[in-house]
């Protein structure tokens, strides 16, 4: 850590909430968290400055990570969604990482129900859960 001027929440709410923060100050910022691996933070600075590189950056991170919250977040400030069969790549990805509290959001964004319900059963009992039934019922 060392170069992100957002050491802490007060600062980043000040600066998110500077109308005289330029665009090109604000993606700066985000380029310093993203480095610092601030991965929220940058979100928002890029959001703030309107850097649809940057977002699209991020949002492929969270769609390698298997991360329904960042990549629901990016796609909002690009203001777009991605199809079903977007939300289902995410949803499977994050099944795939153990992340099952994503999956199963990303699941019931993509209109798969019986599979967000199976892995919110799997996300409250545990890890182990996820034995019991990983099969996906749509192919």
């Not at 153990?98 to 599979?115: E, H, I, L, T, W």
């Amino acid at each position: 850590m060392g170069r992100s001027p957002v050491s802490d929440y007060l600062k980043k709410r000040d600066l998110l909430n500077d109308a005289g923060l330029s665009s090109d100050e604000a993606k700066k910022i985000g380029e310093m968290c993203l480095e610092d691996g601030l991965i929220h933070d940058a979100l928002e600075f890029f959001g703030k400055a309107g850097y649809e590189e940057g977002l699209r950056h991020i949002l492929e991170m969270a769609r390698e990570e298997g991360d329904y919250f960042i990549a629901d977040a990016a796609l909002r400030f690009l203001k777009e969604d991605w199809s079903s069969e977007g939300w289902l790549e995410l949803a499977k990805r994050a099944e795939e990482l153990q992340k099952f509290v994503f999956a199963s959001q990303a699941y019931k964004r993509a209109g798969a129900g019986d599979d967000a319900a199976r892995l919110m059963f799997v996300a409250g009992n545990g890890a182990e859960s996820a034995k019991l039934d990983t099969r996906s019922s749509h192919a």
